[in-house]
Protein backbone atom coordinates (compact mmCIF):
# COMPACT_ATOMS: atom_id res chain seq x y z
CA UNK A 1 0.00 0.00 0.00
CA UNK A 2 1.67 3.29 -0.98
CA UNK A 3 0.07 6.66 0.52
CA UNK A 4 1.16 10.04 -1.33
CA UNK A 5 0.26 13.01 1.02
CA UNK A 6 1.34 16.44 -0.48
CA UNK A 7 1.66 20.23 1.63
CA UNK A 8 1.40 19.29 4.68
CA UNK A 9 1.72 21.60 7.14
CA UNK A 10 1.88 21.59 11.04
CA UNK A 11 4.15 22.05 13.84
CA UNK A 12 4.50 18.13 14.14
CA UNK A 13 3.12 15.41 11.70
CA UNK A 14 3.28 12.29 13.11
CA UNK A 15 3.30 9.25 9.78
CA UNK A 16 3.39 4.98 10.60
CA UNK A 17 3.34 2.44 8.57
CA UNK A 18 2.03 0.50 10.80
CA UNK A 19 -0.06 0.69 14.20
CA UNK A 20 1.11 3.83 16.10
CA UNK A 21 0.29 5.04 19.42
CA UNK A 22 0.39 8.48 21.05
CA UNK A 23 0.36 8.86 24.75
CA UNK A 24 0.75 12.03 26.90
CA UNK A 25 -0.50 15.28 26.78
CA UNK A 26 -0.01 16.65 23.44
CA UNK A 27 0.26 19.55 21.83
CA UNK A 28 1.05 21.54 25.21
CA UNK A 29 3.15 24.27 25.00
CA UNK A 30 3.88 27.06 28.33
CA UNK A 31 4.90 30.09 27.30
CA UNK A 32 7.45 31.34 29.87
CA UNK A 33 4.89 34.04 31.01
CA UNK A 34 2.36 31.08 32.07
CA UNK A 35 5.50 29.45 34.01
CA UNK A 36 6.10 32.12 35.58
CA UNK A 37 2.25 33.36 37.02
CA UNK A 38 2.56 28.94 38.19
CA UNK A 39 5.35 29.99 39.72
CA UNK A 40 3.99 32.95 41.63
CA UNK A 41 0.84 30.76 42.33
CA UNK A 42 2.80 27.87 44.09
CA UNK A 43 4.78 30.22 46.41
CA UNK A 44 1.73 31.57 47.54
CA UNK A 45 0.10 28.38 47.87
CA UNK A 46 3.21 26.89 49.80
CA UNK A 47 2.57 29.83 52.13
CA UNK A 48 -0.41 28.25 53.25
CA UNK A 49 0.00 24.81 53.58
CA UNK A 50 1.58 22.85 57.40
CA UNK A 51 5.19 21.80 56.85
CA UNK A 52 7.26 21.20 59.46
CA UNK A 53 9.84 24.59 60.16
CA UNK A 54 12.88 23.13 57.88
CA UNK A 55 11.10 21.77 55.21
CA UNK A 56 9.06 25.24 54.93
CA UNK A 57 12.25 27.44 54.53
CA UNK A 58 13.43 25.05 51.95
CA UNK A 59 10.06 24.51 49.91
CA UNK A 60 9.90 28.35 50.08
CA UNK A 61 13.33 29.08 49.18
CA UNK A 62 13.37 26.96 46.23
CA UNK A 63 9.68 28.34 44.79
CA UNK A 64 11.64 32.15 45.21
CA UNK A 65 14.35 30.55 43.07
CA UNK A 66 12.49 29.16 40.35
CA UNK A 67 10.06 32.13 40.46
CA UNK A 68 13.26 34.83 39.96
CA UNK A 69 14.87 32.42 37.55
CA UNK A 70 11.29 32.65 35.44
CA UNK A 71 11.30 36.26 35.67
CA UNK A 72 14.85 36.77 34.63
CA UNK A 73 13.56 35.66 31.42
CA UNK A 74 16.59 33.22 30.54
CA UNK A 75 16.26 30.26 32.98
CA UNK A 76 17.80 27.14 33.32
CA UNK A 77 15.57 24.31 32.93
CA UNK A 78 17.61 21.19 34.16
CA UNK A 79 18.21 23.48 37.60
CA UNK A 80 14.75 24.58 37.76
CA UNK A 81 13.27 20.99 36.87
CA UNK A 82 15.65 19.97 39.98
CA UNK A 83 14.66 22.42 42.34
CA UNK A 84 10.38 21.80 40.88
CA UNK A 85 10.83 18.06 41.97
CA UNK A 86 12.24 18.71 45.48
CA UNK A 87 9.36 21.06 45.92
CA UNK A 88 7.17 18.27 44.98
CA UNK A 89 8.66 15.11 46.39
CA UNK A 90 8.69 17.33 50.14
CA UNK A 91 5.02 18.00 49.75
CA UNK A 92 3.48 14.69 48.58
CA UNK A 93 6.17 13.27 51.54
CA UNK A 94 4.26 15.94 54.00
CA UNK A 95 0.76 15.08 52.64
CA UNK A 96 0.62 18.83 51.42
CA UNK A 97 -0.39 18.19 47.74
CA UNK A 98 -3.13 15.91 49.08
CA UNK A 99 -4.14 18.62 51.70
CA UNK A 100 -3.92 21.51 49.47
CA UNK A 101 -4.86 19.62 46.03
CA UNK A 102 -5.18 22.09 43.06
CA UNK A 103 -3.64 24.97 45.29
CA UNK A 104 -0.35 22.74 44.34
CA UNK A 105 -1.35 20.23 41.96
CA UNK A 106 -2.07 22.60 39.31
CA UNK A 107 1.19 25.16 39.57
CA UNK A 108 3.28 22.33 39.74
CA UNK A 109 1.30 20.53 36.74
CA UNK A 110 2.11 23.76 34.65
CA UNK A 111 5.82 24.15 35.75
CA UNK A 112 6.30 20.13 34.68
CA UNK A 113 4.34 20.73 31.73
CA UNK A 114 6.97 23.82 30.57
CA UNK A 115 9.74 21.91 31.53
CA UNK A 116 9.19 19.71 28.69
CA UNK A 117 11.16 16.16 28.89
CA UNK A 118 13.37 17.65 32.22
CA UNK A 119 9.50 17.65 33.91
CA UNK A 120 8.60 13.87 33.52
CA UNK A 121 9.67 13.06 36.98
CA UNK A 122 7.85 16.14 38.71
CA UNK A 123 4.59 14.88 36.84
CA UNK A 124 4.86 11.47 37.76
CA UNK A 125 4.84 12.73 41.57
CA UNK A 126 1.63 14.40 40.85
CA UNK A 127 -0.19 11.18 40.06
Known amino acids: MVFNINNQNAAQINMAGGNQYVTGPQGTTIQLHDAYAAARALRAAVAQVALPPGVREQV ?47 PLTTLGRWLGPAGAAVLSLLH
Open 60 to 106: LTDTVAVERELAAGAPNRQESARLIERVAESLGRYGALASAGAALVA
